[in-house]
């Protein structure tokens, strides 16, 4: 997909991904993001993780 359309998305799954009501599926954006290549969330050490 276009990075603005990824970059939006990775913007969505940081505002929301500790919310426990989150308005957006976080859980499949992640899915998306990591399909495309990209890796959110964190690191095994507990970092977080952006590309």
Do not use: H, R, W
Request: charge should be negative; aromatic fraction near 8%; include cysteine.
């Amino acid at each position: 997909m276009s990075e603005e359309f990824n970059t939006v998305l990775i913007s969505a799954y940081n505002e929301f991904k500790d919310d426990p009501d989150s308005p957006v599926p976080v859980e499949l954006i992640k899915e998306y993001l990591e399909c495309e290549g990209i890796q959110v969330g964190e690191n095994k050490d507990g970092s977080n993780m952006e590309s």
